[in-house]
């Protein structure tokens, strides 16, 4: 399986979103949380296993890692699959952002986020952010929209490429050569750093 662009993936390093503190307001809770994981990831005296620990305890409960498996799979596929494989590659999709979060975690090296203003339309919210380091700048829009009283990331887009699509277009070259079973053989291989 293909690896993901590094931009892709550098959002794990700082970018992840959790949600507890901002109510109503998306930009709120999406720079508390990531002024919380910064505040860890500064941390000289933390493992990095422990760093990644605790960061995964604070972004996780933001995420709704079963819509972007879903979304990953999109309408051609997902109807497709049996319950059981629903959830076991709705599994395998949230291990391998894990694994490869824990694989960058090393990379950060105390950069700083910009937060540009939310942008708001039909109960769904963009908020556009920049990782700072010196004179570069990333771009890291982070996509929520709110199923029910409290805001879930459902895609992040990276210098203009989407987490979603990128990982759908690598699943369906995989689909139209294969089967469902090919891809979840797929996702339980290694991710390559």
């Not at 109510?23 to 508390?32: E, L, R, T």
């Not at 049996?82 to 105390?110: A, G, P, S």
């Not at 919210?125 to 890291?140: K, L, Q």
């Amino acid at each position: 399986m293909k690896k993901l662009p590094c931009m892709l993936i550098c959002f794990l390093t700082v970018g992840l979103v959790a949600g507890a503190r901002g109510g109503d307001d998306p930009g709120k809770m999406i720079k508390y949380t990531l002024d919380q994981v910064i505040t860890v990831l500064r941390m000289k005296d933390l493992s990095a296993d422990e760093k990644n620990r605790r960061v995964l305890e604070i972004v996780t409960p933001m995420f709704d890692f079963s819509r972007m498996a879903k979304l990953t799979l999109g309408r051609r596929y997902w109807p497709q699959m049996t319950e059981e494989q629903q959830k076991r590659f709705t599994d395998l999709f949230l291990k391998r952002l894990k694994d490869t979060y824990r694989d960058k975690l090393v990379m950060y090296t105390d950069q700083k986020v910009v937060y540009d203003p939310v942008k708001e339309i039909k109960g769904k919210a963009c908020i556009p952010t920049w990782r700072v380091s010196g004179d570069n700048r990333i771009s890291i829009i982070y996509k929520l929209y709110r199923p029910e009283d409290q805001w879930k990331v459902y895609d992040l887009e990276i210098q203009g490429v989407s987490l979603i699509r990128s990982y759908r277009s690598q699943f369906r070259q995989i689909l139209q050569n294969g089967t469902i079973d090919d891809l979840l053989v797929k996702l339980e291989q290694p991710v390559d750093s």
